[in-house]
């Protein structure tokens, strides 16, 4: 008899998906939380295994802990026991359920910050569950800092459950190492706190299961719980389930050589369509799939193809073979004017030639003094953007230098590239006036 744990994290109940078009349907976060729990019901599962933020504390915070306790309440009805710990949206909120009593099936697990060990058994199958909860909103240190549990057997798998923030040092959510995890007697460690879904390593598997449902736009790619199962004492590898029934997505899609409406049109839609194919078994339970488009490529007049471009949301549709509608949340125009004779624009001594000179040299990889100095300042200016600790959370580790200036340079040629457009469409109107 294998053992079966559904797990998800940071469903933030009393949220809403922000950000829809207006042909989309509500969704929540509770709807959510009510699919994880009817999923696991009609599929057997023994164990709901949540790791924090599951009730959002600034959303309809009272309602929102209704709906908790009776997912708890249908979960006990149908024998499916609960290990979760507290993340710093529920650090109070779940400690208070617990002492009402009424969820023998539900373990809060390390309470006040201090890690705790529970067994569980079925039949002959035995696992620990190893796990630290938020004492309070903020907490600054790493809580594998004060990893105490001496009487981990190690003989039986044992799961480690934790909220933090992986690899981010000065976090104020509990900032956590990969490394010290690693260290640890667990096999397995499910984590809460990123809402996108992660995996950090194999042996032992260490994870953000993310969120069960894309809360905004910026929730981008495949959320869904993950489903654990545990066969003759080994962990296997998770997979994916009961994906959000609102995927986000972006897309890039060049239109150049779209001199109508129509060829505009046909490009948008024959990108769209191209896209799912690859997707198909992703999108099985998703509803509707929410692109922010950016329009590239190489087009003389951006204000056209703003317009005609508007139409596309909130009345475009598409469907795919999964029965999942492609919807358009938000388009960008991003196109740069076709722009002739460089070279002879370059030997002017004006602003215009100082913009072709500079293209030229990142286009033919080559040193100008000018490009130099724009791409230093452009490094410093970025390099404080993002150090400030607003977006600590978003910080990639590692970038290196060498892939500041590739970016620094792409950056630069499209503005170089807009602005010289600009200013040549100027002149044409200029000498139309004269
Ligand atoms: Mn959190």
Known sequence: MSIKIVATGDIHIGQRVSG?????????????????VDWSVANKVDIVVLTGDIVDRDNRFFEAIGRLQSGFAKLKENGIMVYAVAGNH?????????QSRTFDNVHL??????????EFRKNKEILQFAGWSFPSQYVVKDPLECFNLKNINKNIPCIGLLHGD?????????PVSIDKLMKQPVNVWILGHIHKPQVFSETPFICYPGSPIALSSKETGLHGPLLFTIDNGSINK???I???????????IDISGSTSEELLRRAIISALSGTDNSLDKELQD??????DIILTGVHNNAAQVKSWSEG??????????TGTKIVVRKVDVDVSPEIQNLEELAKQNTPVGMLARIIMAINQKSESGLLTQLLSDWKEKYQRVNDWPTYSPLKRTGESTDTLGTTGKKYILKESVRLLGELLQQKTRATWEN
């Open 286 to 291: 998703v509803n509707y799939l929410v692109y």
């Open 109 to 118: 697990l390390g309470e006040n910050g201090i890690w705790e060990l529970k």
């Open 242 to 252: 009961l994906a959000s029934p609102v995927r986000f997505a972006n897309l890039e």
């Open 238 to 240: 998770p997979e994916r």
């Open 20 to 36: 829809l078009p207006v042909n989309v349907e509500e969704f929540s976060a509770r709807d959510a939380w009510k699919r994880v």
């Open 312 to 321: 596309l949301i909130n009345d475009f549709e598409l469907e795919t073979d």
């Open 166 to 174: 992986v690899n981010a040092q000065g976090s104020q959510y509990a």
């Open 90 to 98: 529920d650090f109070d909120v779940l400690p208070q359920i617990m």
